[in-house]
């Protein structure tokens, strides 16, 4: 068995001038960081702050990097060097590029591998298949083994069964994957409290941010999780992007965090890492600026006070039906069709929130051409009625038709 990633370490802070400098540079959406700013940040940096993840024995940094858009070499390096050593990739990422990339990485730094908690996910959806993926995942990345394997993107509980349970058992016995678990981007807060009764998941990706996290289902989710030992890592942690400057809300609430020397993106992570039992949040960090704005973002220790929170939560409720909060278990089953209403609202999101047109189009192209041909078409009346966010799911749909089309 390998060695255990640090537990000890705790939360340290930046120098302010450091931290502001980091957040200048990074702060307008820079894709250039200046040297200086590169350079005071790797001597200014500390431990990056850990957390236990779950009751696998290991800790992991607050803060893991995601790695499924690009990924140059010099980027991973600098995650590491920074604390970043908790990497989430998937069979698919970029047609396989992901993976591969992080095997050339490890086969150029093999001694950074067991420093590495490496997670990777399978998308098969039969035992046959997670078992050729996983083979395919470690040849990839020149490793006889991962940390943590998830089924990916699941919507129900109950697409795990007792087949599941052996098929995880088993590649644990052989020391190919230590711990199992899965991600889900739908019905999150059931499948959460689904997974809390299995007794047999180790760990669990999310999607959870500031829009999600306060409400009562989440809330009784991710406790019951934290009472059954299992590890949370949250995803999509900005809740449709940048806040934006239409409204005096807006303003007010890009203008206060300003003043306190982080982004709202910065604050947005920090509302995330306030809840204690989210043991790492993963972003896309797919240039050095992100990366930068991001490490200072967890080292540093100001907190948001509860005005802060109290303000990002008033945004959230104002703009809610602005973000798609992954309910496909209520909207979906009063259709006259099978329209994955979520996957279409997800790639409205990649294209609007992310500017990422590609992987909207990717999305939207997976929804089967016989569905795709009649959705425009259908009454959402009965779906907006149940819809808790208000969202005007007939008008986006329609214009994702026209979009992606």
């Not at 980091?22 to 350079?39: E, N, R, Y």
């Not at 040849?139 to 993107?153: P, S």
Request: charged share 25%; aromatic share 8%.
């Amino acid at each position: 068995m390998n060695k255990k990633i640090k537990t000890s370490l705790k939360p340290t802070d930046m120098s302010r001038r450091s931290f502001l400098k980091v957040a200048g540079a990074t702060g307008l959406g820079s894709m250039v960081t200046p040297l200086d700013a590169l350079t005071e940040l790797s001597a200014a940096i500390a431990p990056m702050p850990t957390r236990p993840f779950g009751k696998t024995g290991f800790s992991v940094p607050i803060l893991s990097l995601g790695t499924s858009l690009h990924l140059p070499q010099i980027l991973l390096h600098n995650a590491f060097r920074w604390g970043v050593t908790h990497w989430d990739t998937a069979n698919s990422y970029m047609g396989g590029n992901s993976e591969a990339r992080i095997g050339q990485y490890f086969a150029k730094r093999p001694e950074h591998r067991k420093q590495i908690f490496l997670v990777t996910k399978s998308g098969a959806w039969t035992l046959r298949g997670m078992s050729d993926d996983l083979e395919t995942s470690l040849e990839r990345m020149k490793t006889d083994y991962i940390d943590l394997f998830f089924v990916h993107g699941i919507n129900d509980i109950d697409d795990l069964d007792d087949d599941t349970r052996r098929w995880a058992e088993k590649h644990r016995a052989s020391g190919k994957i230590r711990f199992f678990g899965f991600s889900t981007h739908s019905n999150m807060a059931e499948c959460l409290l689904g997974a809390a009764e299995l007794g047999w998941i180790d760990g669990i990706m999310m999607t959870y941010n500031y829009r999600l996290m306060h409400t009562d289902r989440m809330k009784r989710a991710v406790d019951a999780c934290a009472r059954a030992g299992i590890g949370l890592t949250a995803m999509k942690t900005q809740g449709g992007g940048s806040v934006k400057t239409n409204s005096d809300r807006e303003l007010e609430l890009a203008g206060r965090f300003l003043t306190k020397g982080f982004t709202d993106a910065q604050a947005k992570l920090k509302a995330v890492w306030e809840n204690e039992h989210i043991a790492t949040i993963c972003s896309e960090m797919p240039n050095m600026s992100i990366l930068m704005e991001n490490v200072a973002a967890a080292h540093n220790r100001t907190r948001l006070s509860a005005a802060d929170l109290n303000l990002l939560d008033r945004y959230a409720r104002e703009t809610r039906a602005d973000y798609c909060g992954g309910c496909r278990n209520l909207c979906e089953p009063v259709l006259a069709a099978p329209v994955p209403v979520g996957d279409i609202m997800r790639a409205l999101m990649y294209w609007r929130s992310y500017g990422d047109r590609v992987r909207a189009r990717r999305q939207f192209d997976r929804i089967p051409a016989d569905i795709r041909s009649q959705i425009a078409s259908i009454d959402y009346a009965p779906a907006e009625k149940r819809c808790p966010r208000q969202m005007q799911i007939g008008k986006l749909i329609r214009e994702a038709v026209l979009e992606f089309s």
